[in-house]
């Protein structure tokens, strides 16, 4: 028997980073700011011209590319999943999170419930938030307090450094 | 003589008795109800007492412009004064309460205020209560706060939990009438993503009034796509660029929110907006158009056709208007006794028709008075022009003046204001940006115009979105025909004639305001609070400039009606603020060991938005005691403090060493692989901006570290240079101030403990004092840097935040025969007082590196951020406040930061102030450091710490600020 998908679900991991930023007038196969590519391995997110976070894989490249910046410390991942996802973001994203207007691979950084996070759709119905670290317990706190009304299902964060 | 519910007909449920309370008494209406309307139906007349004179008032409208009806709703923290019983949607259990009145509302004591009527005119406040100037806060505004005034607010904090939601569309249509429903039927169907807000609970607006066309709006709502129509969402304001606000009553017609928020904030961006805002009925001024019993012709016709109720057995009609005749007819047909119709005009279509059905029609008349207590009795009423009136009996007077088109939202997004002399009304203008009104808020009359021009207003939304507009929906009836509105505002005869029934102001009122010179549209509101409080002066507002044009000898367009800001419509303190509230007004900043020093004793203590361990005292205890004891451990043997919430900016790029020359005012770029430098960093206008030590860890590759405070605006000085001031610099900049926890390890046991846990030689040969570089701790690839804050010796080691607790655990096993101990930012602070260290309190944003003794720092060669502008004489003056040391003479007595010094005697003005103050931990007493005129020179005087706010002024010598080491022999130990 299978378990029916609650209408949001909200889970914190872990993941490895590395903020690639490319030199000037080095030409690396970073995606466009608001884009996602696999590369490398992982998923970069183009947060700006010549610049994307990479998550997972690890970039191979000598300084005189790109500037590698490791940041798996400085957030957190929340996965917000479910077929209300998308409603439950809106109480604190002023960004369209129509599937039409933010389509699934793109990206963003936006500031959401006055936190400065990096946003990625994967899937219609998924996205994914880099909060940082610190500010990430309050965060959780308004997530879960949105997702409440939906029936929202937050896991237990990871308490590995806490 | 009162109302009464009807044996039929009506949108409410008469299978659904609903319970209620007002006033203390027992009632029962059905499901579908207002507030407003069950109590007519159980034959309540009397609702409320009025702002100024506490004059009897009743219901005016059914909907969320009426000025009278206004009710304390529910009980305790969830009381919540001045909501229009009007829009209150009947729930079993509901407990309401008439407002401003004492004792009771059909006693009221306050009402003698009436008679001193003549002596509360215009402007009475301003003239009355002058003088005396003291008895103001004594006598008149307790007084007047008490008389005046509508409901009360709960004491206790709301319960109940709000929200806010952003939400975008293709097309927001304000307003589910036949206009807004046709609109939003057009656009769905066209593909467009839209939201139709309605602030009601049903849709439909005036065709809910019609019967042939009550079913017409369910159809159309119940075809719009699920989600399409937000019902009980009022569009509270129009902010421009396709902004708007909206409030949605999300549980208020339930007794309890339960898990939903009470209400929502939408804030709605829409690349098209229609506004089908409708139109409100107007009042007219005549003595008496106060009194119970006299309401508008549209609400008595909204109160029998969808709620069913009989305002009263028998009406008169009042109206300069077809409206007025149609509303008779529809209220002769339900079973109401129509005792007369005073029309101005000579001669209508409309008349015909009533004069047809057999009532009785007088055209040339109109209303001089009204006649009765609490309720209404019966009117006089004049062929216009002749002196002598006719007593007319009637239980309610139907008044219908015309329409005046809800255009705030129009006026808020821009749209010009045009005046309409067929209908008497101020209409708006052509749309713009995107906006467009359409229906009767754009002044049309009748459902089936309504609907045509909301189809019209959705084919040109449409076209500019590039979407196809279909076919136009079905029209919601037979056309029907309309009339001119007859200017007629105000009947001159003896006796109050109201233009605000809120808040009490007479024609009169205005005339006077126009001879004092308040004439002008703006100044009379202020002046006479025309149009001010909870409806704005909907129902009235034309008719106060038709008194202000006359007065003035001007036409009603020269008046122009004052400018409606947001909000439309009352919105509630919970709504706006949202969920952000309490200890979640503003994220929080943790610590990645936040738990580690929670369960360790920590006393937290708010750093902006960090929590930061003040003292590590499992007691409680936050006396001098334990920070003391703390302290004493870092320079007696080796302490360990959490230093993560430093701002850490990783710079890298072949231009690396040339920027942070030029935002540094010292060099950087001698700086060589493996030392850190400490630096200073000052605004363009040359004041000191913020310090830290920044480490070369390769060749082009740097980290910066910033203070606490200041670590988002250094990030955004140096990105903002960066890109505008020399965007020809290949740098890059990264906040790693999350990735990376930090410790500071100090104490002459430092390196004792770091030494087997490091794996590289901490040796003063290897890694002598401002060494920096890569270092494995406890097994964690990090990184280490010999710097020193507290003045002993001292190393910070980083690693990445997911260790954090590994990496600190370590250090706290290898210190523990050294007796290490974690320390807080209490003994920080003492620690770097006594070594003279500064920080937020004299990097303040006035002063200087020289007034803190740094001076000489800043490099001599090349420019830097604030090297012209601080060479400006008054920043290099001998006497500006700089930086010293204090200690009391008498070791016994202490040191209050903010102190003033002054000399001994305590005379003359301040020569500047205690920044720092604490109890030493190295010797006696207290100590403090302190921005001195002159300082510099003044070591060895004898001066006053004056703080009058304790009552207490201490002697201090001044001294240097370095008082621990100042030969800076530990950190190199």
Redesign the interface.
């Known amino acids: 028997m299978s378990v029916p998908e609650p209408p949001v679900l909200v889970a914190e991991d ?1 993941v490895v980073l590395h ?1 690639v ?1 490319a ?2 007038g080095v030409a690396l196969p970073l995606p466009a700011p608001g884009a996602s590519a696999a590369l490398w391995g992982g998923i970069a997110l183009g947060l700006a011209p010549g ?1 994307a976070m990479l998550v997972g894989g690890r970039p191979d490249l000598p ?2 590319q790109a ?1 590698v ?7 957190l991942r929340m996965r917000v999943a479910g077929l209300a996802a998308a ?1 439950v973001l ?7 999170l ?1 599937e039409a ?1 933010f389509t699934p691979g793109s990206v963003a950084r936006a500031l959401i ?3 400065t996070v990096i946003l990625y759709r994967p899937t219609a119905t998924r996205f994914e938030l880099l909060v ?4 990430a ?3 959780v ?2 997530l879960s ?2 997702a ?2 939906f029936g929202g299902v937050v896991l237990p964060a990871e308490r ?3 | 003589m009162s109302g009464f519910r009807l044996p039929e007909g009506g949108l409410v449920d008469r299978e659904a008795a609903l319970r209620f309370r007002f006033d203390g008494r027992d009632y029962t209406g059905f499901a579908g109800d207002t507030l407003a309307s069950a109590l007519l139906a159980n034959g309540v007349t009397l609702f409320g007492r009025s702002f100024k004179y506490h004059r009897p008032r009743g219901v005016v409208t059914a909907g969320p412009e009426e000025p009278c009806a206004l009710v304390e709703l529910r009980r305790g923290a969830r009381r919540e004064p001045n909501t229009p019983a009007t829009t209150v949607e009947l729930f079993d259990g509901l407990v309401a309460e008439s407002q401003n009145r004492w004792p009771s509302l059909r006693f009221d004591a306050l009402s003698v205020a009436g008679l001193f009527a003549p002596l509360l005119a215009a402007g009475f406040y301003y003239k009355t209560f002058k003088w005396p100037a003291a008895w103001w806060e004594k006598v008149y505004e307790p007084l007047v706060r008490r008389a005046a005034g509508l409901g009360r607010v709960a004491e206790g904090p709301d319960p109940d939990r709000y ?6 569309c293709d097309l927001l249509v304000v307003g589910a009438g036949p206009a807004g429903l046709t609109a939003a039927r057009m656009a769905t169907m066209a593909g467009a ?1 839209v939201i139709l807000a309605e602030q009601d609970a049903l849709a439909g607006g005036g065709a809910l009034l019609d019967r042939g066309a009550q079913g017409w709006a369910q159809a159309m709502a119940a075809a719009l796509p699920h989600g399409v129509l937000r019902p009980r969402m009022t569009v509270v304001g129009a902010y421009g660029h396709g902004v708007f606000a909206a409030v949605e009553r999300v549980a208020d017609h339930l007794a309890e929110p339960g ?3 009470r209400q929502r904030l939408h ?1 709605i ?1 829409a690349r098209r907006a229609i506004l089908a805002t409708g139109a409100v009925e107007r009042l007219i001024a005549f003595p008496g158009n106060d009194r119970p019993g006299v309401m508008l012709a549209g609400a008595a016709l909204a109160y029998a056709r969808r709620f069913g109720v009989a305002v009263a057995p028998q009406v008169a009609v009042f109206t300069t208007d077809d409206a007025g005749h149609h509303a008779a007819l529809a209220l002769a047909e339900a079973g109401l006794q129509v005792s007369a119709i005073l029309d101005p005009r000579s001669e209508s279509a409309g008349a015909e028709a009533a004069r047809a059905a057999g009532l009785p029609v007088r055209m040339g008349w109109e209303v001089v008075a009204t006649d009765g207590a609490q309720g209404l009795h019966g009117l006089r009423a004049r062929r216009r022009g002749a002196a002598a009136s006719d007593y007319v009996q009637a239980g309610a007077l139907l008044v219908c003046g015309g329409f005046a088109p809800e255009m705030a939202l129009a006026h808020q997004a821009g749209l010009e204001t045009r005046w309409d002399e067929a209908r008497q009304a101020f209409i708006p203008g052509a749309a713009r940006e995107g906006v467009a009104a359409a229906g009767a808020a754009r002044g049309l009359h009748g459902l089936v115009e309504a609907a045509a021009d909301g189809a019209r207003a959705a084919r040109e939304a449409l076209a500019v979105l590039g979407l196809p507009a279909g076919e136009e929906p079905p029209p919601p009836g037979p056309p029907q025909e309309v009339s001119a509105t007859f200017p007629l505002h105000e009947v001159r005869a003896r006796g109050p004639a109201f233009v605000d029934l809120q808040h009490d102001v007479t024609a009169d009122d205005l005339r006077l305001a126009v001879r004092e010179g308040y004439g002008h549209a703006e100044h009379a509101k202020r002046y006479t609070t025309h149009g001010m409080a909870t409806d704005q002066g909907r129902v009235g507002g034309t008719a106060g400039a038709a008194v202000l044009a006359a007065a003035r000898g001007i036409t009603i367009p020269e008046v122009g009606i004052p400018r409606p800001r947001p909000f439309v419509r009352p919105a509630a303190w919970g709504a706006l603020a949202g ?2 509230v309490g200890l ?1 007004f ?11 020093h929670q369960a360790h004793g920590a006393v937290f203590v708010r750093v902006g ?2 929590l930061r361990p003040l003292v590590y005292s499992p007691s409680g205890d936050t006396s001098w005691e334990p920070v003391l004891e703390e302290a004493r451990n870092v320079r007696r043997a080796v302490g360990l403090c959490d230093v ?2 430093l701002g850490k900016i ?1 710079v ?3 231009d690396a060493a040339t920027f942070l020359d030029r935002i540094y005012a010292n060099t950087f770029s001698t700086l060589p692989v493996g030392r850190a430098r400490y630096g200073l960093m000052l605004r363009e206008d040359g004041i000191l901006f913020d310090d830290g030590t920044t480490s070369r860890l ?1 060749e ?2 740097f980290l910066v570290t910033t203070t606490t405070q200041k670590a988002d605006e250094v990030l955004a000085h140096m990105e903002w240079h960066l890109q505008t001031a020399w965007p020809e610099l ?1 740098v ?1 900049l ?8 930090q410790f500071a390890v100090a104490g002459p046991d430092a390196r004792e403990v770091l030494r087997g846990i490091v794996d590289r030689s901490l040796s003063n040969g290897a890694f002598p004092f401002m060494a920096a570089g890569e270092a494995v701790i406890a097994g964690i690839p990090g990184r280490i840097f010999r710097i020193s804050f507290s003045g002993e010796l001292a190393y910070e080691v980083a690693v ?6 590994a990496a600190w655990q370590a250090i706290l096993a290898a210190g523990a025969p050294h007796g290490i101990r974690p320390y807080g930012l209490d003994a920080l602070n003492v620690l770097r007082i006594e070594k003279g260290h500064v920080t937020g309190g004299e990097i303040n944003g006035q002063t200087t590196p020289g007034d803190l003794g740094l001076g000489k720092m800043l490099k001599r060669r090349g420019d830097f951020v604030g090297r012209v502008l601080g060479q400006r004489p008054g920043l290099l003056a001998a006497d500006r406040l700089q930086l010293v040391g204090i200690r009391p003479l008498d070791p016994a007595q202490r040191l209050r930061g903010g102190a003033h010094l002054r000399d001994v005697q305590g005379q003359g003005p301040s020569q500047g102030y205690v920044t720092a103050a604490c109890m030493a931990a190295e010797g006696e007493g207290w100590i403090g450091l302190a921005l001195l005129a002159g300082g510099h020179a003044r070591h060895g005087e004898t001066l006053l710490a004056d703080s009058p706010v304790h009552g207490e002024a201490v002697p201090v010598v001044i001294g240097s600020p370095h008082r621990v080491d100042p030969e800076n022999r530990r950190v190199r130990a």
């Open positions: 872990r903020q930023a030199r000037r610049v300084p005189d500037a910046v490791e940041q798996t410390g400085g957030f409603e809106a109480r604190g994203c002023r960004l369209d129509d207007a419930a006055q936190v940082p670290a610190t500010l317990r309050s965060f706190h308004f307090t949105a409440a009304p590995g450094t806490r | 929200e806010h939601i952003h939400a975008h993503r898990m939903a928020p804030i961006r969920a952000d979640h503003k994220p929080e900043r943790l610590l990645p060991l936040h738990d580690w938005p960090w993560s919430s990783d890298q790029g072949p390769a082009n590759h290949d890059t990264t906040d790693v101030a999350d990735h990376w926890a990445p935040a997911q260790h954090a607790l």
